[in-house]
């Protein structure tokens, strides 16, 4: 029976693979405490996470970086390139076009479609801009693994609809609105206003904390 992994351990494991792959060449073994102080949680969280996934480290040596990217990569489905269509070509779309992040980690934008006659037919990193009509078709060519939607609130779920009706299981929606897929298919949510707002609250908590902690000292008899 397979070991069901918490929904936080995931989302650590992209945290420790990033620190792994900013370890040089020479480095052979790594820490619980080196992973822990690398993503913000302690090295008996990062132990407990790595166990989910079946590491084994070694006492007073630490787990081999090999094998560990290894396993997390597989964990994470990413032990082979994925391919992923991105739906909307204005100011984020373009961004998301451009990053080259996702290919240094195994995500491949191979088309992009948007129905702005004024981005149709233009090209963002090389790749040409396809008019949405296009989807279905192309996905029936080529299938993709992950369907990226940058469109405005109100499109986003016709496009969620289109993108699983051609098969596509994956959907990262950065439309800030909520979206239905079928119960195959998974969809994440980045919100980048409620980021900030959470963010925000945050920054707010640790000033009154301050101001408080201020305060007191000044009460404190000399």
Avoid at 20 to 48: E, H, I
Avoid at 91 to 119: E, M, Q, T, W
Avoid at 178 to 183: G, L, M, S, Y
Wanted: net charge positive; aromatic share 6%.
């Amino acid at each position: 029976m397979t070991r069901r992994i918490p929904r936080a351990t995931v989302a650590r494991l992209p945290a420790y693979l990033r620190y792994l792959d900013s370890l040089g060449p020479g480095r052979q073994t790594v820490q619980s405490s080196d992973l822990a102080s690398a993503s913000g949680v302690n090295a008996a969280k990062v132990r407990k996470d790595l166990s989910y996934i079946g590491a084994a480290g070694v006492r007073g040596v630490g787990y081999d970086v090999e094998e560990l990217r290894a396993l997390i990569l597989r964990k994470l489905g990413l032990s082979t390139d994925l391919t992923v269509v991105l739906v909307g070509a204005g100011n984020l779309g373009s961004a998301l076009a451009r990053y080259k992040g996702f290919d240094n980690r195994g995500f491949h934008i191979v088309s992009v479609y948007d129905i702005d006659p004024k981005r149709v037919g233009k090209r963002i990193a090389g790749i040409e801009i396809r008019h949405l009509d296009h989807l279905e078709e192309d996905l029936r060519r080529t299938s993709a693994d992950i369907g990226i939607i940058a469109t405005p609130a109100s499109e986003a779920q016709g496009v969620a609809d289109r993108l699983t009706g051609a098969g596509v299981p994956g959907i990262l929606n950065f439309a800030p609105t909520v979206i239905n897929v079928p119960a195959w298919a998974t969809v994440r949510q980045v919100d980048l206003a409620t980021e900030l707002q959470i963010l925000a609250f945050y920054l707010r908590t640790r000033r009154e904390a301050g101001t408080a902690q201020a305060r007191a000292q000044k009460r404190r008899p000399g």
